[in-house]
């Protein structure tokens, strides 16, 4: 196996046995994608010279006993990429927009510095839809990703580059945000792990804000395990970001091999009806079949307001869009307002309708209270049972160009993510076969701040189905 | 639900081509006609949720702590004047 197809646990077993080092690593990486990233597009910055002395840096303290550290560093000499949205201290970061395209800021967001201190070698920033506008990947102003499974098809978005190029070995792991399911539409397009936390878990302090009052900070992993061990990292209080509570940070890597014996897991019924493509619903009846026979208890749940989250998020979504978006002003930094594009235009022109003076009640306050809801709903069905599975995506992956004229009907392909974003509960995406060579996946949801039980879930499905194995083949 | 695109558009201070209204007219016409299903909800008696975790008035100790310097802060600003941000007119005299 090539080193950059490795995990984040495989890798630290050998750098730790010397098996190879963090610059072997990292070259591998880099050559990766100098060999592929042409095609798939899924990087707007490679940071090659930094990563090379970031990795060396990792070199000389693991030469240097740095094992009394091991556990304080859980990603020394990791390559990991960031979302070109995470605010990064002297690199650029754009938002996948021509508005901040010669942007550099001046600090690390706080979760890049957790990142860092953790010893990751950073090796670049991902492509993704312009300020996070998108279930494609298609809206970024610097052109489209590739799916690796099937370059003619999406990889899903927003956190498209991330996902993309996870799928092709470019690094070990990467971040995102979800505001709406744009880290777990990716990963269950491209075969990859993907966690979007309880709101709050994780600090969005320098993280460019999408939608404040749903914005998730989370990543793309390979395994379960892997993205266990990047939330020991990431998670936990921050003063500068007054929506992360002061709630211990468990071990989540501690509960994984648990099992899910007697564990109650519902299935919403409404998310099994209207619009669900035949095959996903095969797929979906084959990962009920295999958590029964690990030993759950599989039990019918309803989720009545589910109909009505696409409405509700696309009423409140655009709504802090158009607040967020007001700062590009072109004075401070960046370019002035006729760099935005038109899915950004449009959102904040719906924003800004639904919170002009008269509309107010009728769409945003409206929004709130079926929110409420929405939320009502989950805690209802969790007093039932422990976590809830549903798919992530009614479709698999599709053809490029194939929704960008009709943005509804691109914003419907978030019927089944929004939800947990409205509702505020964390959700873990994990890989769940194949269509047509197409990866899907399922999601795991659970109540506010039970991520470890999402990958305990997570974990005992991913063993025994093993989906993770499998890779893109990438032609040059 | 007709949209006045132009207005919105001087509301957002985004500029738009003639041929942009009439698509971006279209566009979102046909997304608040789709969101108008929330009316079918009853909400009479529902409070709205603006924070999810339930979280409120949360402080921290009202301390400096080391801050970007002038010129760090001015480092991305494309016009700037003796060590301020330089703008339009906005005031005419």
């Known amino acids: 196996m090539k080193l950059n197809e490795l995990t984040i646990t495989e890798a630290r077993e050998g750098l730790k046995n010397k098996k190879f080092s963090s610059s072997e690593l990292t070259r591998a990486c880099l050559e990766q994608i100098e060999k592929h990233d042409a095609k798939i597009n899924a990087f707007i910055t490679v940071c090659k010279k930094q990563a090379i002395e970031q990795a060396k840096e990792a070199d000389k303290l693991l030469s240097n006993g740095a094992m009394e550290q091991w556990s304080n560093l859980p990603l020394l000499g990791i390559p990991i990429a960031l979302k070109d949205l995470y605010s990064t201290k002297d690199i650029k970061t754009t938002a996948g927009s021509k508005v901040l395209k010669d942007y550099s800021p001046v600090y690390d967001a706080t979760v890049v510095k957790k990142l860092k201190d953790a010893g990751a070698v950073i090796i670049g920033k991902t492509n993704l839809d312009a300020w996070a506008h998108g279930s494609s990947g298609e809206n970024s102003d610097f052109g489209p990703t590739k799916n690796p499974w099937n370059q003619e098809y999406v990889p899903g978005g927003s956190s498209s580059g991330s996902a993309a190029a996870l799928a092709a070995d470019m690094y070990l792991a990467a971040t995102g945000t979800d505001t709406g399911g744009s880290i777990r539409l990716p990963a269950s397009f491209c075969n990859l792990v993907g966690l979007k936390p309880t709101y709050g878990r994780v600090s969005r302090y320098g993280i460019i804000a999408m939608a404040s009052s749903l914005d998730s900070i989370g990543h793309l992993a390979k395994t379960v395990e892997d993205s266990a061990l990047l939330l020991n990292i990431t998670a936990g209080n921050d003063v500068f970001d007054a929506t992360t509570p002061k709630k211990p940070v468990p071990d989540y890597q501690k509960g994984l091999q648990k099992g899910i014996k007697e564990l109650k897991i519902g299935i919403p019924k409404e998310y099994l009806q209207t619009g669900l493509d035949e095959k996903v619903k095969e797929n979906f009846e084959d990962t009920k079949r295999i958590l029964s026979r690990l030993g759950a208890n599989l039990i019918e749940v309803s989720l009545p307001h589910t109909e009505y989250a696409i409405a509700c998020y696309y009423i409140i979504q655009p709504a802090e869009v158009s607040s967020n978006l007001e700062r590009y002003d072109g004075i401070r930094f960046g370019n002035d307002r006729s760099f935005f594009t038109d899915e950004a235009k449009r959102r904040i022109m719906l924003g800004t309708f639904t919170l002009s003076a008269g509309y107010y009640e009728a769409y945003y306050k409206k929004a709130m209270q079926v929110r409420t809801l929405i939320k009502k709903d989950f805690e209802d069905a969790f007093v039932k049972v422990d976590a809830l599975i549903a798919p992530v995506s009614p479709t698999p992956s599709w053809k490029l160009g194939e929704k960008v004229d009709d943005p509804l009907k691109m914003y419907l392909s978030d019927v089944f993510t929004v939800t947990a974003n409205l509702a505020g509960i964390p959700a873990l995406a994990v890989p769940s076969g194949f269509i047509n060579g197409l990866p899907v996946g399922i999601q795991i949801l659970g109540p506010q701040f039970s991520e470890e039980l999402l990958f305990q879930v997570g974990f005992a499905y991913e063993q025994a189905t093993e989906w993770y194995k499998r890779k893109a083949i990438l032609n040059l | ?93």
């Open chain 2, 1 to 93: 639900m007709k949209i006045n695109v132009s207005h919105i558009a001087k509301l957002a201070n985004l500029s738009l081509k003639e041929e942009e209204k009439e698509k971006f007219e279209k566009q979102l016409s046909s997304i608040l006609d789709y969101v108008k299903k929330l009316e079918e909800v009853d909400t009479s008696k529902v409070e709205p949720t603006p924070q999810v975790t339930g979280l409120k008035n949360i402080t921290r100790e009202d301390q400096t702590i080391p801050s970007l310097s002038q010129e760090e802060a001015l480092s991305n600003a494309k016009n700037k004047h003796n060590g301020f941000f330089k703008v339009k007119t906005i005031l005419e005299k």
